[in-house]
């Protein structure tokens, strides 16, 4: 098996997921990218040239399917280094209105779906002795604004899954971090913020990207657990 590291990324998209994978391979890593849509996924590796990135498909809602994908990546590329979780649902919804199926959605995605890739990656690292689990959290984390419960939930419950598992694995070798990203990530949906905020108004994925390697590559004598990052513009 390879010396090089190997990193997988749970979530990706074309906006923060892609750059983290992206990242990680500059970096000499190989990389397995994971998405609940296969077609989609493989659209995007081919649009972007991303041939170093090896695509798996997974809903991380369900046991098996997380289970199926490390076991894979295991064989394809060896057992994970890095692992960063970076899946979500969510629903806008007002309280009142809020459907009991899409709330469920939400959690079993954003919360449930931690604790299964959480717990697949560490068992394989905990025997070694070292690897970094990172998950993305967001504002949400910490506060729940109004018509956005869908999303809190989830990411208060993510927040309080990354503590405790830091809190235990840390001791075994385990760097466990959750990074908050406090606005919005750029993309072409909030391209108007860009126009009227300018440039570097809103969170450069790959900024974010180089952000992550930063936190796998940090010594064991000075690790970060929980992190926030915000476009200079962002109030807080």
Not at 40 to 65: F, M, Q, T, W
């Amino acid at each position: 098996m390879s010396a090089r590291e190997t990193a997988i990324v749970f979530g990706v998209g074309p906006g923060l997921g892609w750059a983290l994978a992206k990242r990680f391979v500059t970096d000499n890593m190989q990389v397995g990218a994971v998405a609940r849509d296969e077609t989609r996924l493989n659209s995007l590796i081919k649009s972007e040239g991303g041939h170093d990135v090896r695509p798996y498909a997974a809903d991380v809602s369900n046991g098996e399917d997380v289970l199926r994908v490390f076991d894979s990546i295991d064989r394809d590329l060896g057992e994970p280094d890095l692992v960063v979780f970076n899946a979500g649902a969510f629903q806008k919804a007002n309280v009142l209105d809020i459907d009991p199926a899409d709330f469920e959605r939400c959690w079993r995605v954003g919360c449930l779906g931690g604790l299964l890739v959480g717990q697949a990656a560490a068992r394989r690292m905990v025997k070694r002795g070292h690897g970094t689990i990172i998950f993305t959290g967001a504002t949400a984390a910490l506060r729940g604004s109004a018509g956005f419960a869908n999303l809190a939930v989830p990411k208060f419950g993510l927040r309080a899954l990354a503590q405790s598992m830091a809190r235990e694995l840390g001791p075994q070798g385990v760097h466990i971090t959750f990074v908050i990203i406090d606005g919005q990530i750029e993309s072409e949906r909030y391209r108007h913020l860009i126009d009227e905020r300018g440039e570097d108004s809103l969170l450069a994925p790959d900024a974010i990207a180089e952000l992550y390697l930063q936190l796998h590559r940090q010594p064991r004598s000075a690790w970060t657990h929980e992190f926030d990052v915000r476009p200079w513009s962002e109030k807080f």
